[in-house]
């Protein structure tokens, strides 16, 4: 029993440590969401060039999503038109180039973290576009759009298909703090909570667990951490491997990560460890349904390998210029509350999320959150047997002429803002 205390004490102290920053990160992308529309995505990816490439990326970080919802997100742009190196790219920018990881691994591991990810996330991207340029096939791609537009199922169909953004051709502000600004926020706000929670929760325990019953002797010898080259070169290599077996995604991989780099992982290690969240086991199995194994495998293996060259360039680099921090120095959170700067915070932010809550739920939030799984978005130009009509799938429109509560019209897929509210 007293194992098990110590095991939730530590991920209690990391939760405690990341709440309000998960909340800032979180209202950050909603209000992004709330005046980007998905729809118009696709329609500026498509092709690979480095320009589209980097728009590719923006748009990505911009539409911040959990790991299942990215990569649904990737196969819906791909058939609607988007280049398939364009939208690996935004897949890539949606779960690793989003503020909230940012601030997560600025409050956990130190600010260096948050810049070596920012950092290798675009050396990532480029690394993968040349392996596509190079090794990706005609037939190889025209088989995985095939197999793309029989619209199996993976997970998050519905969430990455939702588009709750502001119609209008006003000014940001008007848009965003009008009444429906407002629930477009909040509707985004709790759809991208519900996505990530079950991988967070996840990832907090099993990095409490690991780091309660695990052994530092272990992790130092895994590692090679007694030897400085052998670990340099080791952990990109084998930072990833642990993360597919880890069953962990996106955000919740950081408290992982923490363990890790207190265990003796590389700096590069860490930062290939956490890229690797878009080949979990679970999504690997996603990418062979969305488009067939020979494709799977592909993209296993370049991933794979963008994600150790990222690793070793960021090590090379930070540590040139002296920026890698000193892993003696690194501390898993076991402290409890305390009348600090992070308990204020966290009072606040809790404070915006229940205010975002209960508008979320005053507004038909909840008929929403029923189809987080929802089913793939038809293929361009068919209609779904509902009889609805549609853009790419499915609408949920807000249009009751007045703030507070909305009419809801449901369909597959996308989700757009009517103009009343």
Same mark, same amino acid.
């Given at each position: 029993?007293h ?7 530590i991920?209690?102290?990391?939760t405690?440590q990341i709440?309000?920053a998960?909340i800032?990160g979180?209202?950050?992308s909603?209000v ?5 529309r998905k729809?118009t995505v ?7 060039r480095?320009?589209?490439?980097a728009?590719?990326?923006a &748009?990505g ?5 959990? $790991?299942? !919802?990215?990569?649904a997100?990737a196969?819906?742009l ?6 398939f ?5 935004f897949e890539i ?5 989003v503020?909230e990881l940012g601030?997560?691994?600025?409050l956990?591991m #130190?600010w ?11 050396i990532m ?6 392996l596509f340029r190079?090794? +990706?096939?005609d037939?190889l791609?025209?088989d995985?759009?095939t197999? !793309?537009e029989?619209g ?9 298909a939702?588009?709750?953004s502001?119609g /209008?051709d006003?000014?940001?502000t008007r848009?965003l703090?009008s009444g ?5 926020v909040?509707?985004?706000f709790?759809?991208e909570?519900?996505a990530?929670l079950? *991988?967070?929760v996840?990832?907090?325990l099993?990095?409490?667990a690991?780091a309660a019953?695990?052994? *530092?002797?272990f992790?130092?010898g895994?590692?090679?951490? =007694?030897h400085p &080259? ?8 084998i930072?990833p &491997?642990? !993360?597919v077996?880890?069953?962990?995604c996106s955000? /919740?991989?950081v408290?992982?990560a923490v363990?890790?780099w207190k265990?003796?992982?590389?700096f590069?290690?860490?930062?290939a460890?956490?890229f690797a969240?878009l080949?979990?086991?679970p999504?690997?199995s996603i990418?062979?349904?969305y488009?067939?194994?020979r494709?799977?495998?592909?993209? %296993? !293996?370049?991933?794979y390998v963008?994600m ?5 360039v960021v090590?090379?680099?930070?540590g040139?210029?002296?920026l ?8 898993i ?5 305390s009348?600090d700067?992070?308990t204020?915070?966290n009072?606040a932010?809790l404070?915006? %999320?229940?205010v975002?809550?209960?508008r979320? +739920?005053r507004?038909g939030g909840m008929?929403?959150l029923?189809m987080m ?8 130009g068919h209609?779904h047997?509902? #009889?609805?009509?549609?853009e ?5 429109e807000?249009? $009751?002429?007045?703030e ?8 597959h =897929?996308?989700t757009?803002?009517?103009e #009343?509210e």
């Amino acid at each position: 029993m007293h194992a098990i205390g110590h095991a939730l004490a530590i991920t209690g102290s990391m939760t405690w440590q990341i709440t309000w920053a998960l909340i800032l990160g979180f209202a950050l992308s909603a209000v992004v969401q709330a005046v980007v529309r998905k729809s118009t995505v696709a329609r500026v990816l498509g092709d690979d060039r480095p320009r589209t490439l980097a728009i590719a990326s923006a &748009l990505g970080a911009a539409s911040s999503s959990c $790991s299942y !919802a990215a990569v649904a997100l990737a196969r819906s742009l791909f058939r609607k038109g988007a280049n398939f190196t364009a939208a690996m790219a935004f897949e890539i920018a949606s779960t690793n180039l989003v503020v909230e990881l940012g601030v997560i691994l600025a409050l956990l591991m #130190g600010w260096q973290f948050t810049l070596a990810e920012f950092t290798g996330g675009p050396i990532m991207i480029v690394v993968l576009a040349v392996l596509f340029r190079l090794l +990706l096939r005609d037939r190889l791609l025209r088989d995985a759009r095939t197999q !793309a537009e029989r619209g199996v199922a993976g997970s998050m169909e519905g969430h990455a298909a939702m588009d709750m953004s502001v119609g /209008g051709d006003g000014p940001f502000t008007r848009r965003l703090f009008s009444g429906k600004g407002l629930t477009s926020v909040s509707h985004v706000f709790v759809m991208e909570w519900a996505a990530i929670l079950r *991988d967070l929760v996840g990832g907090l325990l099993i990095a409490g667990a690991i780091a309660a019953w695990v052994p *530092d002797s272990f992790w130092r010898g895994f590692f090679f951490a =007694g030897h400085p &080259l052998a670990a340099k070169l080791w952990g990109p290599l084998i930072g990833p &491997l642990v !993360a597919v077996v880890s069953f962990v995604c996106s955000i /919740g991989n950081v408290p992982l990560a923490v363990v890790l780099w207190k265990g003796g992982i590389s700096f590069g290690g860490v930062v290939a460890f956490i890229f690797a969240d878009l080949l979990i086991a679970p999504i690997l199995s996603i990418y062979r349904k969305y488009y067939g194994l020979r494709m799977a495998a592909f993209l %296993a !293996a370049t991933f794979y390998v963008a994600m150790v060259l990222a690793g070793y360039v960021v090590e090379l680099v930070f540590g040139g210029l002296g920026l890698i921090p000193s892993q003696a120095e690194a501390k898993i959170p076991e402290g409890g509350v305390s009348w600090d700067y992070t308990t204020f915070l966290n009072i606040a932010f809790l404070l915006l %999320a229940a205010v975002l809550v209960v508008r979320f +739920l005053r507004t038909g939030g909840m008929m929403m959150l029923k189809m987080m799984g929802g089913a793939p978005e038809a293929a361009p130009g068919h209609e779904h047997e509902h #009889g609805h009509e549609h853009e790419h799938g499915h609408e949920h429109e807000h249009g $009751s002429g007045h703030e507070h509560g909305s009419g809801h019209e449901h369909g597959h =897929g996308r989700t757009t803002q009517s103009e #009343g509210e």
